[in-house]
């Protein structure tokens, strides 16, 4: 049973790069997908983008143009998400998802970045 | 962008029948997926492909779609089922996924 794994809380100063993990914890990618989602304080879920781990292959939302960087490392079955020129308004908490058919089966458990000076 | 509409906020006793709408431009034309969150925790899939429910999800709770609008039903309503609900669809024309604004369930 596949179980997706986050890497723990961050502090980042605004202006500078984070960069999330989440490990495929039992189980490798295979075929899925993997998506990140992020929550900001009270707010809705918001999808960021997803890639295709055994194909390398990326897409994300059009608010993150050119700062979000997606990749992952198959032998080691973990996705990266960075973001870089960060701001206060990306303080939230960031999921990775698993992407099946369309719709997200399983979910890391949360990391949470908070961008201050 | 395409925006998935969903009352703020659901109230209902225990007992009772809770539904949740979520709707959109031709949403009929879409599959949908519901989440229940509950605070401090990650989502959890309820139902997906509009009607369908993943193992271990109670009977309680089903899906359907009707013109615009997709609705999340939760019967008989426990205490546990206190929570904010997301619908979501995949948006083919952008190649997003989108979720909806969200309903806290509040169990009276």
């Known amino acids: 049973q596949v179980q997706l794994v986050q890497s723990g809380a961050e502090v980042s100063k605004p202006g500078s790069s984070v960069k999330v993990s989440c490990k495929a914890s039992?189980?490798?990618?295979?075929?899925?997908?993997i998506n990140w989602v992020r929550q900001a304080p009270g707010q809705g879920l918001e999808w960021m983008g997803r890639?295709?781990?055994?194909?390398?292959?990326?897409n994300h939302a059009q608010s993150f143009q050119g700062r979000i960087t997606l990749t992952a490392d198959k032998s080691t079955s973990t996705a990266y998400m960075e973001l870089s020129s960060l701001r206060s308004e990306d303080t939230a908490l960031y999921f990775c998802a698993r992407g099946f058919n369309d719709y997200f089966d399983k979910w890391g458990q949360g990391t949470l970045v908070t961008v201050s000076s | 962008s395409y925006v998935l509409t969903q009352p703020p906020s659901v109230s209902v006793a225990p007992g009772k029948t809770a539904m949740i709408t979520c709707g959109g431009n031709n949403i009929g034309t879409k599959i949908v997926h519901w989440y229940q969150q509950k605070p401090g925790q990650a989502p959890v899939l309820v139902v997906y492909?509009?009607?369908d429910r993943p193992a271990g999800i109670p009977e309680r709770f089903s899906g359907s779609k009707s013109g615009n609008t997709a609705t999340l039903t939760i019967s008989r309503v426990e205490a546990g089922d206190e929570a904010e609900y997301y619908c979501?669809?995949?948006?083919?024309?952008?190649?997003?996924?989108?979720f909806g604004t969200g309903t806290k369930v509040t169990v009276l």
């Open positions: 890639i295709i781990p055994i194909l390398g292959m990326t």
């Open positions: 492909d509009d009607t």
């Open positions: 039992g189980g490798t990618f295979s075929t899925f997908t």
């Open positions: 979501q669809v995949w948006e083919t024309g952008s190649a997003h996924y989108v």
